[in-house]
């Protein structure tokens, strides 16, 4: 067992991730100015740097994933349309209803798959015609990854060919999409290009303390710039920021394999001592147990000092060797 003095090991989320010394040294020697006059090197730097990585003709850095994904709904959709969402996608469910509330744009919640996908017969089902009874459909989002499942990348294809044909906008909210890219081993570009906007957490597995990025054509960045101040998101030297977002963008995307490869391990361990009771797919690992089987486990292993409150733990940046260690000796202790 560790040293009592050892430091909590936390798997509740990735986004407890803290900046590691180099990400500190960057905000510390970040150049700054005014970025609400466009003048902020070190934002415009991130901004430029996260077009080129997905291939789109602009970015616009934002204070979270909620942002971003309200951005996107608010900035394709005007008043008394509608936006289609899985049902229990972030963009629907955990985002407070911020499209309806502050857009007055309806949700139009759809059954998601297991695989994570929203069912493009469901979404062609639900899309309204041009009739003066209905909310006018503008746009479609789905989520890349959910529940830590990559999408296929033929499903994201097909999802923008729909969309095409049915005169709907694609917004992938990519909170974790270098995690999809990283465990397909494919380029994020590719799964990025059949989508009109995108929005990625540089504060998750990326690991730096705040923000996301929103991208798409340099029309819509526009708009969702303009949105952005609205909502107060208007913010000046945030190269302070963005120097942590950079840094993640150069340093921590490779290494993602790293944390996928930890939650492989660890489920590997867990399914030893729960036999067809576990799910992992890339950082993420599920523990299908019924409650009076996960409570008294989540309890034991949060004695031996390994954070966890829900049955799902995640793997991130700040879980090494050591760490993983001593998550996989409390999980054989039980
Ligand atoms: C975390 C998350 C968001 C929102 O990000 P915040 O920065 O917490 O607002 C959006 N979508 C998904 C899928 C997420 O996991």
Request: hydrophobic share 45%; charged share 20%.
């Amino acid at each position: 067992m560790a040293p009592a003095n050892a430091p909590a090991v936390d798997l509740r989320s990735d986004t407890v991730t803290r900046p590691t010394p180099g990400m500190r040294e960057a905000m510390a020697r970040a150049e700054v100015g005014d970025d609400v006059f466009g003048e902020d090197p070190t934002v415009n730097r991130l901004q430029a740097t996260a077009a080129a990585l997905l291939d789109k003709e602009a970015a616009l850095f934002v204070s979270s994933g909620t942002q971003a994904n309200l951005l996107a709904v608010l900035s394709h959709c005007q008043r008394g349309e509608e936006y289609i969402a899985g049902d229990h996608a972030h963009a629907y469910w955990y985002e407070a209803g911020g499209a309806a509330v502050l857009g007055s744009v309806q949700p139009q919640p759809v059954p998601m798959a297991a695989d994570g996908t929203v069912p493009l017969d469901r979404v062609r089902a639900v899309v309204k015609p041009d009739d003066f009874h209905f909310a006018r459909t503008r746009l479609l989002c789905i989520e890349n990854t959910c529940n830590g499942k990559p999408l296929p990348r033929d499903y994201l294809i097909d999802a923008g060919t729909l969309c095409r044909e049915l005169g709907l906008a694609l917004h992938m909210d990519g909170a974790r999409l270098f995690n999809a890219a990283i465990a397909q081993n494919i380029d994020a570009k590719a799964l990025a290009e059949p989508c009109d906007s995108v929005s990625v957490c540089l504060s998750k597995g990326l690991g730096a303390p705040v923000g996301s990025l929103l991208l798409g054509s340099v029309e819509f960045i526009a708009r969702a710039r303009r949105l952005r101040k609205m909502l107060g998101g208007g913010m000046r030297q945030a190269g302070i920021l963005a120097a942590a977002g950079l840094y993640a963008l150069e340093k921590h995307i490779a290494r993602l394999v790293v944390d996928h490869v930890r939650a492989e391990r660890i489920a590997a361990v867990l399914s030893e001592r729960f036999p067809g009771k576990i799910r992992q797919h890339t950082n993420m690992i599920f523990l299908g147990l019924p409650d009076g089987q996960l409570k008294p486990f989540l309890a034991h292993m949060n004695a031996h000092g390994i954070l966890v409150s829900r049955p799902r733990w995640v793997v991130h940046l700040d879980v090494d060797d050591a760490a993983e260690a001593r998550t996989i000796d409390a999980i054989r202790a039980y």
